[in-house]
């Protein structure tokens, strides 16, 4: 028996179709899979054998081959357990009351035949949409951040067993859309609010201006004076994202596996990497190369706190992303371009000799001219 269902991986924040065809053929039992897997989706043969039998089916003794096309495309993720399932329940006859080539699924299956959520779900439902794939089949902890695209089908699934009726026509299930009126109004409830500020009219002059105008800021100042108190702070008094802004960050976020348990990012990003942090950190890498602390900080803010300190080369590495708003990491496996438009707001303490040349005040004396306190 022969099948052919359609997934996606991601390379990047792009999206490509990925037919995997299954056949069941007479021979010695064995399972394979063909067409550059990953390890992760070689070992997905040993959760889909013992997902389906959890789920109350008896798999096939025979041959099975796995064909992943095209053939000449990495695939990685887990995210292609549920079409190699459905491939093989198809093929057995369990699936046969549904034409499956509208239909593109995305999931990891667990032993006991759940469906796990996934990395990246929305920059595949998107790059989908964009390759005029309507209905998607995707794990429920997976819903909100996906059901936010327009013009797509997001059909929510728990289980194996749930996914199975509904393709059967035994089960029906709604199509999941979710409602983000209300999101971008609460964008003014912030843990760390520019109000919280006192004194500093020219600190906060400067921030205030840097903010209207997306501009980068250097703060320099005696240690304790508020420096970084009030970087925190800069983003309760930026701009609202709008809707296009906050899905370009959300599927950053989703590729890097950061969403947790917000399915949207609807406000800034302040991201504040530590003066150790590689430049591989600062840019993004790795082997398949993720998206570092610039691209995190799309259209937010990007703190480095203690300028000074961080080595010089991982400074340099800022130049490329704040010129053209975006970074291309070059690595043997891929080369990826992730979006890097930011704010950069730095800090540092003065050199002795600046501080004997325009006599900054201490901490102490701040302290008592603002609040009055007779030396």
């Given at each position: 028996?022969?099948s052919?269902?359609?997934?996606c991986v991601?390379q990047?924040l792009n999206g490509f179709i990925i037919?995997?065809?299954?056949d069941?053929?007479?021979g010695?039992?064995?399972?394979?899979?063909?067409?550059?897997?990953?390890?992760?989706?070689?070992?997905?043969?040993e959760?889909?054998?013992?997902?389906?039998?959890?789920?109350?089916y008896?798999f096939?003794l025979n041959?099975?081959t796995i064909?992943?096309?095209?053939?000449n495309?990495?695939?990685?993720?887990?995210?292609m357990?549920?079409?190699?399932?459905i491939g093989?329940l198809s093929?057995?006859?369990?699936?046969?009351n549904c034409?499956?080539?509208g239909?593109?699924?995305?999931?990891?299956?667990?032993?006991?035949g759940k469906?796990?959520?996934?990395?990246g779900?929305?920059?595949?439902?998107?790059?989908?949409?964009?390759?005029n794939?309507k209905?998607i089949?995707?794990?429920?902890d997976n819903?909100d951040?996906?059901?936010?695209i327009d013009d797509?089908?997001?059909i929510p699934?728990k289980?194996?067993?749930e996914?199975?009726?509904?393709?059967n026509g035994?089960?029906?299930?709604?199509?999941?859309k979710?409602?983000?009126?209300d999101?971008?109004?609460?964008?003014?409830?912030?843990?760390?609010?520019?109000s919280?500020i006192k004194?500093?009219e020219?600190?906060?002059?400067?921030?205030e201006?840097s903010?209207?105008?997306?501009?980068?800021?250097?703060i320099?100042g005696?240690?304790?004076s508020?420096?970084?108190?009030a970087?925190?702070?800069?983003?309760?008094?930026?701009?609202?994202?709008t809707?296009?802004e906050s899905?370009e960050?959300?599927?950053?976020?989703?590729v890097a596996?950061?969403l947790?348990?917000?399915?949207?990012?609807?406000?800034r990003?302040?991201r504040?990497p530590?003066h150790t942090?590689?430049?591989?950190?600062l840019?993004g890498g790795?082997?398949?190369?993720k998206?570092?602390e610039?691209?995190?900080?799309h259209?937010?803010?990007l703190?480095?706190?203690e300028?000074?300190?961080?080595q010089?080369?991982?400074?340099?590495?800022?130049?490329?992303?704040?010129?053209?708003?975006?970074?291309?990491?070059?690595?043997?496996n891929?080369?990826?371009?992730?979006?890097a438009?930011?704010?950069?707001?730095?800090?540092?303490n003065?050199?002795?000799?600046?501080?004997?040349?325009f006599?900054?005040?201490?901490?102490?004396?701040?302290?008592?001219?603002?609040?009055?306190?007779?030396?």
């Open positions: 028996m022969y052919k269902v359609k997934t991601l990047g037919e995997v065809e299954t069941i053929s007479r010695l039992p064995t399972f394979n899979i063909v067409g550059l897997p990953d390890t992760a989706i070689k070992e997905s043969k959760r889909v054998r013992t997902a389906i039998k959890n789920s109350g008896e096939p041959r099975i064909n992943l096309a095209p053939a495309l990495k695939k990685e993720g887990s995210q357990d549920l079409s190699i399932a093989v093929a057995m006859g369990v699936v046969n034409d499956l080539n239909i593109s699924f995305l999931g990891e299956l667990s032993l006991d469906i796990n959520k996934i990395e779900a929305l920059p595949m439902v998107i790059s989908l949409r964009e390759m794939i209905n089949v995707l794990p429920y819903r951040e996906c059901g936010v797509v089908n997001i699934i289980d194996l067993n996914l199975i009726m509904y393709l035994e089960f029906k299930i709604e199509y999941y979710k409602d983000i009126r999101l971008f109004d609460v964008n003014d409830n912030f843990a760390d609010d520019f919280d004194g500093q020219g600190l906060k002059r400067a921030l201006v903010a209207a105008g997306s501009h980068n800021i250097l320099i005696p240690p304790g508020g420096k970084t108190m970087a925190r702070r800069l983003p309760s008094i930026l701009p609202n994202l809707f296009e899905i960050i959300t599927k950053i976020y989703s596996g950061l947790n348990d917000e399915f949207l990012v609807s406000r990003p302040f504040a530590h942090a590689s430049a591989t950190a840019i790795g082997r398949v190369p998206p570092g610039v691209s995190l900080a259209h937010g803010v703190f480095l706190d300028l000074p300190e961080f010089k080369n991982v400074l340099e590495v800022l130049r490329q992303p704040m010129e053209d708003g975006f970074v291309t990491i070059s690595r043997v891929a080369t990826l371009s992730y979006p438009e930011f704010m950069l707001v730095a800090s540092m003065p050199c002795p000799c600046m501080n004997k040349m006599d900054y005040p201490s901490p102490e004396s701040l302290y008592q001219v603002e609040n009055k306190v007779p030396a």
